[in-house]
């Protein structure tokens, strides 16, 4: 082809030129044809891509298509049920819902109900009524002074930085209609996160955003400012996200602005690669004394920490900590490894650390053999979406629930997977204010109340339809999965607590 391009160049233009002298009409054909050429011999004599070396001009095409794949593949390949991270069925259901549109299906289900991994809840014969307004939980153990009821459906983890600022605001606009909670993210809280008086959960980064030293240190006094704002209801201490446990969280230069750096105290256009540790303490013990010590700090409000599990007996070491000191945390959020990101490793995105289910039935029955289940409440991370999900987590042993990519539906995200690139077409996962002026912040905030409002109605529908009264009488035994064709389990069978096992001497 390379060849070829040699040989016909000359011929082209030639021919272009004879055409536009005979008809002067047709000039424009001239401004086509040499860029086009001039594109080709470029090409031909590049050395760093092989494709366009061997086919000038035509080589472009490959990675015009490879650009667009992930449209070609949501909009004309992809069918209601197929898609991934979140399949079309799924964001739809959130997009109705957020625009308080239709959302009932016609015809049925669409999926295969005797396929390995479909299930499901048997309903009563009898149901009840139960309201959603009743979904919720107050969060705060025997040293807490400063409980906090939430709604047990809130905003996960995101970062301003890692969202726009337009995409916060309407978040935290959306938190204050609806009556929940917004997580910041680790990258610290942003006037954005204030605006709106929406209710915070501040979660502490290994990176200590907002809460640092010049030299990347933990800053006691900076914290105590910060945690002692009247918007901040509870502290997280984020040990690993789901999405890369074990690696520190990635802001990529093109999104880390002037006013970014300035509020979490970095260098500007810089990528920032928060450590995959904690600076602040070491090991099981220094965990829960640090727990304690910023406790103390907020003067009381409910302290926690997030994970992904790994090693188990890691944690089985946290909870000999908690025993030995009589120092809990108040709440323990589990990530599960099919968490969300705008940028991770490939090989820490799909190979590392324990799914939601299967962490959160490990932490659950190892805090009850411990016998300090009672002082704990458990939030559950991860692709949760629908009520069922809801209701799902819940009967593996969470108390309540967190979602980021179901809020970000909500504003309007079209899974593009462009977030780590800074060019997000929804405005979303990006800086740049052309992309973000189109994400109205009003309009996005009602839309994301509405999602909420609308999911907590759909999961109160379920608990009434199984006959019970509250979210919470549905255990691990009420959950059925098909695992083969003729076999069914339960949760209770498949998450088995012989298998999820606290012990000292481990």
Same mark, same amino acid.
């Given at each position: 082809?390379?060849k070829?391009?040699?040989?016909s160049?000359?011929f *082209?233009?030639?021919?272009? *030129? ?5 008809n002067?009409?047709v ?5 086509i ?7 080709g011999y470029y090409d031909a ?8 070396r061997?086919f +000038?001009v035509l080589g472009h095409?490959?990675?015009?298509f490879?650009?667009?794949r992930?449209?070609i593949?949501?909009?004309f390949?992809e069918?209601?049920? $197929?898609g991934r991270?979140?399949? #079309? ?9 957020? #625009?308080?549109?239709?959302e ?12 390995t991994?479909?299930e499901?809840?048997n309903h009563?014969m009898?149901p ?8 919720r939980l107050t969060f705060?153990? #025997?040293?807490?002074k400063q409980?906090?009821n939430?709604s047990?459906?809130?905003?996960s ?6 969202l ?6 309407a978040?935290?606009k959306g938190?204050k209609?609806?009556n929940?909670?917004? $997580?910041?993210?680790e990258g610290?809280i942003?006037p954005?996160?204030?605006?709106h008086?929406g209710?915070?959960i501040?979660?502490i !980064?290994t990176g ?6 010049e030299? !990347?240190?933990?800053?006691e006094?900076l914290f105590?400012e910060q945690a ?10 984020k040990?690993s996200?789901g999405a890369?446990?074990?690696h520190?969280?990635i802001l990529?230069a093109?999104?880390?602005t002037?006013e970014?750096?300035?509020?979490r105290?970095v260098k ?5 690669l ?8 070491e ?8 727990i304690?010590k910023?406790?103390?700090l907020?003067?009381?409000k409910?302290?926690?920490?997030k ?6 007996a890691e944690?089985?070491n946290? *909870?000999?900590?908690m025993k030995k000191y009589d120092?809990?945390p108040?709440f323990?959020?589990v990530?599960?490894a ?7 490793p ?8 324990? +799914?939601?289910?299967?962490?959160l039935?490990?932490v659950?029955?190892?805090?009850q ?6 002082h704990?409440?458990?939030?559950a991370?991860g692709k949760?979406?629908? !009520?069922?999900?809801i209701i ?5 042993g969470?108390d309540t629930c ?8 909500a504003?309007g995200c079209?899974?593009a997977?462009r977030?780590?690139?800074g060019?997000? +077409?929804?405005?979303?996962a990006t800086?740049?204010k052309e992309l973000?002026r189109g994400l ?5 905030a009602?839309? *994301?109340?509405n999602f909420?409002k609308?999911t907590?109605?759909?999961a109160?529908?379920m608990?009434?339809a ?5 979210i ?6 009420d959950?059925?999965?098909r695992v083969?064709?003729n #076999? ?9 607590k012989?298998?999820y096992?606290?012990?000292k001497e481990?």
């Amino acid at each position: 082809m390379r060849k070829l391009f040699f040989i016909s160049a000359p011929f *082209v233009f030639a021919l272009s *030129v004879l055409w536009v002298w005979y008809n002067p009409k047709v000039n424009f054909i001239l401004f086509i044809v040499i860029p086009l050429l001039l594109i080709g011999y470029y090409d031909a004599f590049q050395t760093k891509h092989t494709i366009l070396r061997n086919f +000038p001009v035509l080589g472009h095409f490959r990675y015009m298509f490879e650009f667009i794949r992930p449209e070609i593949q949501q909009y004309f390949i992809e069918d209601d049920v $197929n898609g991934r991270p979140f399949n #079309k069925r799924t964001r739809t259901l959130v997009y109705t819902r957020a #625009k308080k549109e239709n959302e009932k299906i016609p015809f049925g289900t669409q999926l295969h109900t005797h396929e390995t991994g479909y299930e499901w809840i048997n309903h009563s014969m009898f149901p009840k009524h139960f309201s959603y307004e009743d979904l919720r939980l107050t969060f705060g153990n #025997k040293d807490c002074k400063q409980p906090y009821n939430a709604s047990i459906y809130n905003i996960s983890a995101m970062s301003f930085g890692a969202l726009s600022k337009n995409a916060i605001l309407a978040l935290n606009k959306g938190a204050k209609l609806g009556n929940f909670a917004h $997580n910041t993210g680790e990258g610290s809280i942003s006037p954005y996160h204030l605006q709106h008086n929406g209710d915070l959960i501040w979660q502490i !980064g290994t990176g200590y955003f907002g809460c640092r030293n010049e030299d !990347g240190s933990f800053s006691e006094e900076l914290f105590q400012e910060q945690a002692n704002l009247p918007n901040v209801k509870m502290i997280e201490i984020k040990l690993s996200q789901g999405a890369k446990p074990g690696h520190g969280g990635i802001l990529p230069a093109e999104k880390n602005t002037e006013e970014i750096a300035k509020i979490r105290k970095v260098k500007p256009h810089t990528d920032i690669l928060s450590p995959p540790y904690h600076s602040a303490f070491e090991g099981a013990e220094g965990l829960i004394l640090f727990i304690d010590k910023l406790r103390k700090l907020s003067n009381g409000k409910p302290v926690g920490f997030k994970l992904c599990i790994g090693d188990k007996a890691e944690f089985s070491n946290v *909870v000999d900590a908690m025993k030995k000191y009589d120092i809990y945390p108040d709440f323990i959020t589990v990530d599960g490894a099919e968490g969300g990101t705008g940028a991770a490793p490939l090989e820490f995105s799909d190979y590392v650390g324990v +799914p939601l289910y299967e962490g959160l039935a490990f932490v659950h029955n190892t805090l009850q053999t411990a016998g300090i289940r009672n002082h704990i409440k458990i939030i559950a991370s991860g692709k949760i979406i629908s !009520g069922f999900d809801i209701i799902k987590a819940i009967a593996l042993g969470a108390d309540t629930c967190n979602s980021a990519r179901g809020m970000m539906f909500a504003l309007g995200c079209i899974q593009a997977l462009r977030c780590n690139t800074g060019k997000c +077409p929804t405005g979303i996962a990006t800086q740049n204010k052309e992309l973000m002026r189109g994400l109205i912040i009003e309009d996005k905030a009602q839309r *994301v109340a509405n999602f909420h409002k609308r999911t907590l109605e759909a999961a109160a529908e379920m608990v009434a339809a199984a006959g019970f009264d509250s979210i919470y009488a549905f255990k691990a035994k009420d959950i059925y999965r098909r695992v083969e064709y003729n #076999k069914v389990m339960t949760y209770e069978e498949i998450y088995k607590k012989q298998d999820y096992y606290y012990c000292k001497e481990a």
